[in-house]
């Protein structure tokens, strides 16, 4: 019964976002408020011997179906081709360049540039899940307390003016979007707009053109912190630190010895002294920490989840400026570990894969708990991620504590929510937890030491 009532505001849902975005489009500043007039005045003219405002209706009406009626004998061609970014930021505007071409023989004016990005509405069974977490958060008829914004667009599109074209004409336009999430951003065509003589209704000419941007994760700035851990020995350093810093960094020359590489010989010198002469190098000492991000979330799009991946976003790209390997390790539908740093990879590279992070709603807490213990005996420290406090966590980092890893963690909790280790400390462990309220993440990461 309930699933035919959800499914009954989905349908409602559907069609009256439908319809808005259509209506946005379609009128202009001008045209809404004729239209919101009409209809206001619609809903009044029942009475038409008591009252007036029927004519104030009809023309309304009549100038709103006028204005439609000439976007109809409305012709033109344009060609259009975006000149895109490979990667945007999620908050951040997101500015390229449009090319437009007048395809026809007459100068054209009045153009307004809209971007068609692919239909944010979800299907049923997700926007069903994400319902009902919504209303596992949020008690049902309390209207007063405020909603999330739409976790399912991923965009938003502004519309820009077109330059006059000349018969023929081509130009290029600086065209801009605000990504509002991270993910990969599709877009599906464009629409080269003109509004009707009235300055009510627009005319379209759309171009197919699919694209797709990467967007980012959203960053905070944080200052060069004071990282747990210290410089460790990698076995096979030469092939996992790509020949940067100390890795088998050349000493000095002496003679063979049994059992040396024969890729470490130098040729120059054997021919110049008559004797096997090789080259002597320092193993590998670095610092190398293990990003623990938690994505154990049963909402897909978890505002909590999508924080812990900000805070994820901001180590990456701090911990790589600092000459040091950093191993992502996170639980997707498998278990995930990357390293970059020191010649690996880049904090651009870490950055898409952060982007790509999805809730893991199937798999137990401690399917991270082994991935992270299976790796531990490398690195130099952990920086864990949670996205909340609980007993599974605590025994995952009193086993850390055993091993003698540096810990640096970090708890995500919603805005306005209590601290979730007010009273469940660890012993000796407070002064390397925190706890990031969403809206104040900012504040409290520039506060690390």
């Known amino acids: 019964m309930m699933r035919s009532i959800y499914k009954l505001f989905y349908f409602?849902?559907?069609?009256?976002?439908?319809?808005?975005?259509?209506m946005r489009r379609r009128f202009t500043l001008a045209g809404l408020f004729v239209a919101g007039g009409c209809a206001l005045a619609g809903s009044t003219s029942v009475d038409i011997e008591n009252t007036v405002s029927y004519q104030c209706f009809i023309l309304l009406m009549a100038m709103l179906m006028l204005s439609a009626a000439s976007c109809m004998f409305y012709r033109a061609r344009f060609a259009a081709n975006r000149i895109l970014p490979r990667?945007?930021?999620?908050?951040?505007?997101?500015?390229?360049?449009?090319?437009?071409?007048?395809?026809?023989?007459?100068?054209?004016?009045?153009?307004?540039?809209?971007?068609?990005?692919?239909?944010?509405?979800?299907?049923?069974?997700?926007?069903?899940?994400?319902?009902?977490?919504?209303?596992?958060?949020?008690?049902?008829?309390?209207?007063?307390?405020?909603?999330?914004r739409n976790p399912f667009r991923i965009a938003s599109s502004i519309a820009a003016?077109?330059?006059?074209?000349?018969?023929?004409?081509?130009?290029?336009?600086?065209?801009?979007?605000?990504?509002?999430?991270?993910?990969?951003?599709?877009?599906?065509?464009?629409?080269?707009?003109?509004?009707?003589?009235?300055?009510?209704?627009?005319?379209?000419?759309?171009?197919?053109?699919?694209?797709?941007?990467?967007?980012?994760?959203?960053?905070?700035?944080?200052s060069s912190i004071a990282l747990p851990g210290a410089m460790r020995y990698q076995e096979g350093g030469v092939a996992l630190a790509a020949n940067i810093g100390r890795s088998e960094e050349f000493v000095a020359l002496r003679e063979y010895r049994h059992g040396d590489p024969l890729r470490h010989i130098h040729w120059r010198s054997w021919a110049k002294t008559g004797k096997p002469i090789v080259k002597e190098f320092e193993d590998e000492f670095f610092v190398r920490h293990a990003l623990v991000l938690d994505t154990f979330d049963a909402e897909p799009h978890g505002e909590i989840l999508e924080e812990a991946v900000s805070v994820a976003a901001s180590f990456a790209c701090t911990v790589l400026s600092q000459e040091s390997l950093l191993d992502l390790l996170f639980v997707g539908n498998q278990s995930y570990c990357f390293t970059a740093g020191r010649g690996l990879a880049h904090a651009e590279q870490m950055l898409e894969i952060l982007a790509a992070v999805k809730n893991c709603a199937d798999k137990p807490f401690s399917t991270l708990e082994q991935l992270v213990l299976n790796h531990v005996s490398?690195?130099?420290?952990?920086?864990?991620?949670?996205?909340?406090?609980?007993?599974?966590?605590r025994k995952f980092l009193e086993k850390l504590k055993q091993l003698g890893v540096p810990l640096l963690i970090l708890i995500i909790v919603p805005a306005g929510g209590r601290s979730p280790v007010a009273d469940a400390k660890l012993p000796d462990e407070a002064e390397a937890i925190h706890v990031l309220e969403i809206g104040k993440t900012e504040e409290a990461l520039a506060r690390l030491k």
């Not at 049923?124 to 405020?146: G, S, T």
């Not at 990969?184 to 694209?211: C, H, M, N, Y």
């Open 87 to 148: 990667v945007g930021t999620a908050g951040q505007p997101l500015h390229y360049r449009v090319k437009i071409k007048n395809l026809t023989a007459k100068p054209q004016a009045g153009l307004v540039f809209l971007e068609n990005l692919t239909d944010p509405r979800p299907p049923f069974a997700e926007w069903l899940a994400f319902q009902m977490a919504e209303n596992r958060r949020v008690r049902p008829f309390r209207m007063a307390q405020r909603r999330r």
């Open 161 to 222: 003016e077109i330059p006059p074209l000349a018969a023929n004409g081509e130009i290029e336009n600086g065209v801009e979007l605000l990504p509002l999430r991270r993910g990969i951003l599709r877009l599906e065509g464009i629409t080269v707009a003109r509004a009707d003589p009235l300055g009510l209704f627009r005319s379209f000419f759309k171009i197919r053109s699919p694209q797709t941007v990467l967007i980012l994760p959203k960053r905070y700035p944080l």
């Open 378 to 393: 490398i690195v130099s420290g952990c920086i864990c991620i949670f996205q909340k406090w609980d007993e599974a966590r």
């Open 12 to 22: 409602v849902y559907r069609g009256a976002g439908g319809l808005w975005y259509w």
